[in-house]
């Protein structure tokens, strides 16, 4: 039942309904294998603001070169919606 009910919010009530009960992920840890692989699975446990703050941060830390690439990237990348 409470999975029906958090199914009818919107992503940004979701996230502060869940924000208390789940902590978030916390700051990623340090790689040592697949960076990539890491990253997405931090990803997958982040919340939203945590998300949204990584990764503006690791954006403005890139290169404007990388930056460039990046954003060439995300900009042919289909977004689902």
Same mark, same amino acid.
Not at 10 to 15: G, T
Not at 43 to 61: P, Q
């Given at each position: 039942?409470? *999975? @029906?009910?958090? %199914? ?7 996230? !502060? ?7 978030? &992920? ?15 699975? *931090? @990803?997958?446990? %982040? ?7 990584? !990764? ?7 290169? &404007? ?17």
């Amino acid at each position: 039942m409470t *999975w @029906a009910g958090l %199914a009818t919010l919107d992503a940004d009530q979701r996230d !502060a309904v869940t924000r208390p009960l789940m902590g978030g &992920a916390g700051a990623p840890l340090p790689t040592f294998l697949n960076p990539m692989t890491d990253a997405r699975w *931090w @990803a997958s446990c %982040a919340s939203r603001s945590e998300l949204k703050a990584y !990764a503006l941060a690791a954006y403005e830390a890139m290169s &404007a070169k990388d930056q460039t690439a990046f954003f060439r990237h995300i900009g042919e990348v289909e977004i689902a919606l």
